[in-house]
């Protein structure tokens, strides 16, 4: 007997009881299931199916206990709890029915650990040794499983399936996408996808994790290590806001594969793919790993001393005010509070990082966001503002849908394009670029009418001149309804909108008048840190490609992530000097650059991010700096004393964090006082949208997320409405031109029929090289291939 | 009682029953060898030299489960491993360092596929500084070299395993 003392009575809430598991007593929920309240108090139940996440599915029978007046033993992950019950884990009984289902777990098991990656960290190796018998009494045939491919991030071994059904179930549940099912029956039951199709789900890497064996096991980590082998490093997603918890797992310096880390506010217990494999990106072709300087348009390796040297040459060529600073979007905050304190008090105020956004009239603070990721489920009406939520912020559309799914929210979506979302949609309005924002606009008119409120200022006027209608009259009933919760969730779609001042103005009039929450997407991991620590400028991108600037430090960033790829190209090209501090460097960069300066990534350095929600998150180091690498807070802090700026004498990272984290952080806010520009569609729209892998400079690199279905192509998406029309085929070759400011932009691309695409609208990957700034396109066709 | 004690120094009994066994050996066979030119039998459980097996079919056995480098006391085996081209589990580098290796024989017990062995071999040496490190392809030599004896020693020694 224990020496707990007894609880009485009516020391019980109501909702609570009161049950004893191994002579233990504890107060646990009404409801709740003994292997929670077993997990609760550190008593350990074996088991595989049960997972904290996921439905109870009781089919693995292994956690089977001893309960006090019941014949037989029962599940205990199925097994709620009663008032006074006494559970048995360690029982006689207990042990019989765990040890025998062990034993018909491993009938049909391989005995292939050895070359099976789960190995030592496999939840039925591990219970098999404790109990398993230590020979097989089986001598009949084994099933055996034929392995599908099911893609570029997931290995498969069926054979080794103890059919859990845990991968199913998060499919099911967790993304919706229903892409694992079990065929057969009994010992035959197969997981399969049934026809042959790969997984196509953007978070579909956790049911890696969520497999007990290693039936399904990390792709690009196949074979390459042993669990006992890696240590593992926290980290912090490198590639949404959302700042998803995660280790790095790392042999010799090296990371290997990334799993997440529990963080209920955040993440719960998931990651996206994106973040599980976008880090393997590291080791691409075009890493910089050496300091390297151009002589006579040869690139030549070289030390340290002679590059930094250069570079502060480079940089003193010209005037601190016709010096520009571009920086990406993916950096520590250390790097930024470094780079922006260093290059203000040279006196340039061209500093900026928001190199993809075109609109900059709202854009002087951080995003606007009035809830925590937790509280999204809170709302009946969630309104999606020009997002792809689930390729933007994979997390928020796993919110979404178990907002959806659990508490019934209903969804409403504006989009120039047709996707598809994993939850229901309550108005799915999908028009062109300029169509989709004109019916936010009548949205607003509804409201307007329905709340009586007059229309003043510029903002008024342009929702005044939007016409209202039927449908979303009833969407805009549904928002100003006193009872429910609004919630507005601004995309990245919006925030790169060429009208995005407006959009966002929209939104926040709304919610003012729907009694709603916003919540602005930051484009970018750390884009958040990069405005509060300084790196926000007063002018746009553009302005500073148009200036007078002669001498330009491009730091982590490249092309592709400006949204106007082909004129920063020629722009760095004309510049006198162009230093580049960055992991990467293309071709494209390499031609314009005079100087290379190998930084390390978010994951080889210590540092801070802010996610969308303001929170600092810290991380030390993960992985080793590959040769001779530096960190950018390091070389940051050198090029300041070479340049004998004053205030740069850390020598630690903690004492540039301890700064930043003094930094204030004001609340984001939307104008709703603005200069409305209007757009008009001459012929055809154009949607160019920075797809799922291409959002930054490492996913770009990440070879296993580019083979997957999400990776972009080189196609223009029309619908088939304008391609009869044109007389358009799939694969024909067709020529785009853009015209802007009077210059031309002529890209020859694949015509792809996609009803998706709204009619009078044509949508490209960013990565083709139109610009995002202008929406009037003229097509040419060319001859089929 | 004393008597007795005293008798018998006296006739030097002990010094002659001594003698016996000395004169007994002196004229017995000798049984020292010579070394090198002659050798003892070996245990068929002979710990010496390190040796990488192929099955019969030339494939190497080793499926680079790295449970050698694990169980090894000494820390004398680092494996590097990857999936080969047509898709099986094998190391990219295999390597003992013999000045570490205890010659315990935990790694040949550890090893599921009789990889990793350790022969009779106990006569080497090194002719440079570096040469204490085996890599996989001297190891697989070696193995490729005693196979005969290795498989031997190995179906010798089974029933007592
Ligand atoms: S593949 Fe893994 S997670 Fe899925 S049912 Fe089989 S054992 Fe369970
Ligand atoms: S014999 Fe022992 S010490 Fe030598 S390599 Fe094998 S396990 Fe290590
Ligand atoms: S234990 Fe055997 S199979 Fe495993 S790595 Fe060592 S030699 Fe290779
Ligand atoms: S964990 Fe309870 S039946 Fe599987």
Not at chain 1, 14 to 23: A, G, K, S, T
Request: glycine share 6%; with cysteine; aromatic share 6%.
């Amino acid at each position: 007997m224990t020496e707990t003392t007894k609880i009485t009575k009516d020391a019980i809430p109501e909702n609570m009881v009161r049950i004893e598991i191994d002579d233990k007593e504890m107060i646990v929920p009404r409801g709740s299931m003994v292997i929670e309240a077993a997990d609760k108090n550190g008593i350990s139940i074996p088991r595989f199916c049960y997972h904290k996440k996921l439905s109870i599915a009781a089919n693995c029978r292994m956690c089977m206990v001893d309960v006090e007046k019941v014949p037989k033993p029962l599940p205990a992950c199925a097994t709620p709890v009663m008032p006074d019950m006494k559970v048995f884990t360690k029982s006689k009984r207990a042990i019989d029915a765990q040890r025998n289902v062990m034993e018909f777990l491993l009938i049909n098991h391989p005995l292939d650990c050895p070359i099976c990656d789960q190995g030592g960290e496999c939840e039925l190796q591990d219970q098999s040794m404790g109990y398993g018998r230590g020979v097989s009494r089986y001598v009949d045939s084994k099933r055996v499983a034929v392995d599908e491919n099911i893609g570029s991030l997931i290995a498969t071994d069926m054979t080794r399936c103890i059919t859990c059904t845990r991968c199913v179930r998060f499919l099911d549940e967790i993304t919706g996408t229903d892409e694992l099912g079990g065929i057969g029956r009994g010992d035959r039951t197969q997981i399969g996808t049934a026809v042959g199709r790969s997984i196509d789900s953007i978070m579909s890497g956790n049911i890696i994790d969520l497999c007990p064996v290693g039936a399904l096991t990390n792709k690009p980590f196949r074979f390459k290590a042993r669990a006992w082998e890696l240590m593992s490093a926290q980290g912090v997603s490198m590639h949404d806001a959302i700042g998803s918890n995660l280790y790095y797992h790392t042999r010799q310096g090296k990371i290997l594969r990334t799993v997440p880390k529990d963080n209920e506010s955040l993440n719960e217990a998931w990651i996206s793919d994106r973040d599980r494999y976008g880090v393997l990106g590291q080791d691409a072709e075009d890493r910089v790993t050496a300091p390297m300087v151009k002589e006579n348009g040869e690139w030549k390796e070289t030390d340290w001393a002679t590059a930094m040297d250069l570079a502060v040459r480079k940089l003193q060529a010209n005037d601190a005010k016709n010096t520009a600073v571009l920086a990406g979007n993916q950096s520590t905050n250390e790097e930024y509070f470094l780079l922006s304190k260093l290059f203000k008090a040279l006196g340039c105020a061209n500093i900026d990082y928001r190199l993809g956004q075109s609109d900059f009239t709202q854009a002087s603070g951080l995003p606007r966001m009035d809830l925590n990721l937790d509280e999204v489920g809170n709302n009946q009406q969630i309104v999606l503002v020009g997002s792809h939520v689930g390729h933007e912020q994979p997390i928020l559309a796993h919110r979404i849908r178990q907002a959806w799914l659990k508490n019934g929210s209903k969804v409403s979506i504006f989009n120039p394009k047709q996707y598809h979302f994993n939850f229901e949609t309550f108005h799915h309005y999908v028009g062109t670029q300029i169509e989709w924002v004109n019916g936010l606009g009548s949205l607003a008119h509804c409201v307007a009418d329905l709340n009586k409120v007059k229309l003043e200022g510029e903002l008024g006027e342009w929702i005044n001149a939007q016409a209202t209608d039927e449908n979303l009259n009833n969407l805009a009933k549904a928002l100003v309804n006193k009872d429910s919760n609004v919630l507005f969730v601004i995309g990245q779609i919006s925030n790169n909108h060429p009208q995005a001042g407006l959009i966002k103005a929209v939104v926040a009039w709304l919610s003012s008048q729907t009694d709603g929450k916003v919540y602005e997407m930051a484009t970018g991991a750390n884009a958040v840190g990069a405005q509060i620590c300084g790196m926000g400028s007063q002018n746009s991108v553009a302005d500073i490609l148009a200036s007078d600037s002669k001498s330009f430090l491009i730091y982590q960033a490249e092309n592709d992530d400006f949204n106007n790829a082909y004129g920063a190209q020629i722009k760095l090209e004309d510049a006198d000097s162009v230093v580049l501090m960055a992991s990467f460097a293309d071709d494209n960069m390499k031609q314009v650059a005079d100087v290379i300066l190998p930084i390390g990534l978010a994951s080889e350095v210590a540092g801070s991010y802010f996610n969308n929600f303001a929170q600092m998150q810290g991380f030390g180091p993960a992985a080793k700096l590959p040769a001779e690498t530096k960190p950018g807070w390091r070389v940051l802090r050198v090029l300041a004393n070479m340049l004998n700026v004053d205030g740069f004498t850390y020598d630690s990272i903690d004492e540039i964090s301890s700064e930043v984290a003094l930094l204030t952080v004001n609340k984001g806010e939307i104008d709703t006082n603005i200069k409305v520009k209007a757009q008009k569609a001459d012929d055809l729209v154009l949607f160019n949208e920075t797809t799922i892998y291409d959002v930054d400079m490492l996913a770009r690199r990440s070879q296993p997320l580019q083979d997957t279905v999400h990776a972009s192509t080189d196609n223009l998406n029309i619908n088939s409405v304008d391609a009869k029309k044109l007389g358009i085929e799939n694969a024909m070759q067709i020529i785009v031109n853009q015209k802007v400011d009077g210059d031309t932009i002529t890209q020859s691309l694949f015509a792809n029929i996609d009803d998706k695409v709204p009619a009078g609208s044509v949508n490209v990957h960013k990565c083709v090289g139109l610009r995002t700034d202008a929406l009037n396109v003229t097509l040419i066709v060319g001859d089929s291939v | 009682m004393k008597i007795f004690r005293y008798l018998k120094s006296l006739t030097l009994a002990e010094l002659l029953k001594g003698m016996t066994v000395t004169g007994k050996y002196f004229f017995k066979r000798k049984f020292t060898i010579r070394y090198p030119e002659e050798k003892t039998p070996k245990s068929d459980r002979f710990r010496g030299l390190h040796a990488l097996r192929r099955y019969d079919n030339g494939e190497e056995r080793c499926i680079a489960c790295k449970l050698c480098e694990a169980v090894c006391p000494a820390l004398a085996i680092s494996i590097d491993s990857e999936m080969r081209e047509d898709g099986s589990r094998r190391t990219t580098k295999y390597e003992i360092d013999l000045f570490k290796c205890i010659y315990c024989g935990f790694c040949e017990e550890s090893c599921p596929v009789d990889s990793i062995v350790l022969t009779d071999i106990h006569e080497f040496h090194f002719e440079g500084k570096d040469k204490n490190v085996l890599d996989k392809q001297q190891l697989l030599a070696i193995g490729d070299m005693r196979e005969k004896d290795v498989a031997t020693a190995r179906k010798n020694d089974a029933e007592y395993r």
